[in-house]
């Protein structure tokens, strides 16, 4: 009498053990992941090559950098649409003091230095003026784009052909790309910060409800700032990498990356609203948006109809999110 249902408990296994699965943060977009690979492998001949998978994995370097940036203020409740113009202006700015002749690793540092600060203005801008941070980091935006179009006049910084520099953005380590190192250990760093720290519990205990997180202790005004200041940080990381892979800076450097880097950070699992961040999720999500373009680039598809596509994908994908919040809270 026990073996049929002992039999049936083994066949259901693999089912509640896919169900756990994906009921995990950031299961959704991975599973989307998974989708999207076997289509495009079905579909291409050259999709699952090892060239093709490292040209995909070294282009999300960027938007996955930003986004782990945006994970942490998203998780806080806020936004930032200053993240494009902050890569544009670190990599600029590393650009420029190295080819006046400063030394090319302390150019690097000062431009993170430069970002951070960046952050840390949106910070000021969003706590002690009390600016919604839509507003504050669209004005950023502005400012910054502005900065840049007065001091390059819409012409590139060519010329950066320095071998230490070019290893940031093209090097190898034995067979993994620089940047795809770099990336991981930032993702180790801030995972670490984001689940095993107070400052991590903060975040999210703002992004839950700031009124609370105020009346237990927590100094919202500094952890905010603390916030945008990593996330500019991490931009001007993603900036000066950008710059050393195309061995110059441009003037639109970053332009439109915000949207790809808030995309992916909502379609990796963090709530809009605040309060859940999903670090893992982020970065799945960035290789994500630069796997579909790399797809539609090799379906033969016009760059006119990209936007299209990765548009409805996004609608599609915060849409179903969103269904989802709204379920567990009715559970």
């Not at 994500?288 to 016009?302: A, D, E, F, Q, W």
Request: proline letters at 3%; a positive charge; one cysteine or more.
């Amino acid at each position: 009498m026990n073996a049929p249902t002992a039999t049936a408990s083994s066949w259901l296994a693999p089912i509640k053990g896919l169900g756990r699965f994906v009921r995990l943060p950031g299961a959704g977009v991975t599973i989307s992941y998974l989708v999207l690979c076997l289509i495009l492998w079905l579909v291409t001949d050259t999709f699952l090559t090892v060239g093709n998978l490292t040209i995909v994995l070294r282009q999300s370097v960027m938007v996955a950098i930003m986004a782990i940036g945006m994970t942490l203020v998203i998780g806080m409740g806020e936004i930032d649409l200053s993240v494009g113009a902050i890569l544009g202006i670190g990599g600029l700015s590393a650009a420029i003091w190295i080819q006046q002749g400063m030394n090319i690793y302390l150019a690097i540092i000062c431009a993170c230095v430069l970002g951070a600060a960046i952050g840390m203005c949106n910070g000021v801008l969003v706590t002690y003026l009390r600016l919604p941070s839509f507003v504050a980091t669209l004005g950023s935006m502005s400012v910054l784009r502005g900065i840049i179009m007065v001091i390059t006049g819409g012409v590139p910084v060519y010329g950066l052909r320095y071998p230490e520099f070019q290893f940031l953005g093209q090097g190898f380590i034995g067979p993994f790309p620089v940047p795809v190192i770099i990336l991981a250990v930032l993702f180790a760093v801030f995972c670490f910060v984001l689940y095993r720290t107070p400052f991590g519990r903060y975040v999210l205990s703002i992004g839950s409800n700031a009124q609370a997180a105020r009346l237990v202790g927590i100094r919202l005004t500094g952890i905010r700032i603390a916030t945008y200041a990593i996330t500019g940080f991490l931009c001007a990381v993603a900036g000066v990498i950008l710059a050393s892979r195309s061995e110059a800076a441009t003037a639109d450097a970053g332009s439109g990356m915000e949207l790809d880097v808030i995309a992916a950070t909502i379609i990796g699992g963090t709530v809009m609203t605040g309060g859940k961040a999903v670090m893992y999720g982020s970065i799945v999500g960035a290789v994500l948006m630069t796997t579909i373009r790399n797809g539609l680039n090799l379906l033969g598809v016009s760059p006119l109809w990209h936007q299209v596509v990765i548009g409805a994908f996004i609608l599609i994908s915060v849409a179903g999110s969103m269904l989802t919040v709204k379920r567990s809270e009715g559970e």
